[in-house]
């Protein structure tokens, strides 16, 4: 039961009665885990290419780019704190007077802070932090290595000092070059102009928190003028942020909703998979989908630029014969190898399952059903060979309706209490990247409401704490797994040196955030 203030509180947040029920509903319920029936494989779900192929669909995009209208949508609304996350625990637990770092190490049997600190020299922010600390503590050349170490990352990581953590992914340092450090907004600059911008003119969408905001603003302004005349482009940049409406209520372990002191509805952001309401609002040919954390330093992204080119070509191509195929279903009067071709193209290209009956219906049952199967958004998916322990990827998954078709499966989806879902898991060779190339446009041009392609049955359930209470928490189906569940899908090998994601700052120690 809801009280008067629940109820306007929940007006407020731009949702109904009836979705809050649904969420407790689904958070009561527990989560519904995806069928996989096989994983994806090359020749079986994942297309690899020739250099003679990537050269002709590379080719195709090239040609077509300057008639088309692109951007570049970069989630980059999240805090860099998990960066950091091992160095918080170091000053709480590190003991300067009665241990060094080697003996600390052995103790917590976690190598990450010796890496840390034998590198120190190599990270961005290096100089900037230094500075800081001499300014405060002329001293500091003098003191003991212990000490000097534990002032170094408190000065780095401090609200009183340089504060980073508090930063978004997008504004830390991530790069250093010879005459300048640089931010990973910075580089999504650079690289859309090598792939995704259209008559020297690159458009990017940052999805960005409110309150971060007006500093990406100023960066903006920092950089804008000199990238401009660096690489003869023009930036067009627009940012968005989650809507208030995406926000979920959690439940207490009790079943309770998850309330504030004064009673209040406690309403948390819901995933990634909230992003398609900022997603849907864009309305261009192309689409180029990439995280804020996944780039490298500039003279390693023309090697991404190749990829990214290979998948645009590649959604271009199927995309010309599906809309071919719905302009002649349109006109009508179509013959039997009209309709088998079309069949071979849903089956071969577009990875999908075609109905059992579909031989036994009349011409005009045969269209509406080829037409429902094309007309859909589309998007042609980079996959990344798995090199390490097996992850969430790409999947054959059958839904309620007995249908199979290919999707992006993330482990939160998987039930690892059924064998068969666990072995189908380690028989995974590739996984997702998030490197995604959409086409949002139907055959006559108009924009898909892409809300109408989501599977909402695909949302996850996480354990959180709140204030040092266990809660179950409702995200959203995410962006490029439930959300696009019912989007045509192609899934293309990519390989692993277009995948470079900062999950911890000693990720910036790779070659590919090292310029030299």
Known sequence: MFSEKDIQHIHNQGITIIQVNKQIERLKNGMLYANIVAAATLGKGIESYNKKDIKRFIELYETKQNQLSIVKFVPASGAATRMFKYLFEFLEEFKPLKEDITSYTERKNNTAIDLFINNLQKFPFYNKVLNQIKTLNPEFDTLPDNVKHVAFIKTMLNKNNLNLSALPKGLLPFHRYHDKVVTAFYEHLFEASLYSSSNQEAHIHFTVSKKHHNHFIDELNKIKDSLQLKTNTTFKVSFSYQKKATATIALTTKGSILRKKNGSIVFRPAGHGALLENLN????????????????????????????????GILLDAQQTSFSFLHKLDKGNLTDSDFKAMILFLKERLNLSVSDKFESLISSEKIRYLKKKLNKPMRVCGMVRNEGEPGGGPFWVKDDNNQVSL????????????????????????????DLVCAVKNYKGEKFDLTQYVDHNAAFITLKTSKGVTVKALELPGLWNGSMAYWNSIFVEVPSLTFNPVKTVNDLLKPAHQAS
């Open 281 to 312: 609002k864009l309305n261009y040919d192309l689409i180029f989908i990439k995280n804020i954390d996944n780039i490298e330093v500039s003279h390693k992204s023309e090697n991404t630029a190749i990829y990214k080119k290979l998948l645009a």
């Open 407 to 434: 999707q992006i499966v993330e482990f939160a989806q998987i039930n690892f209490s059924k064998k068969n879902q666990q072995s189908l898991v380690y028989k995974a060779t590739h996984f997702n990247p998030t």
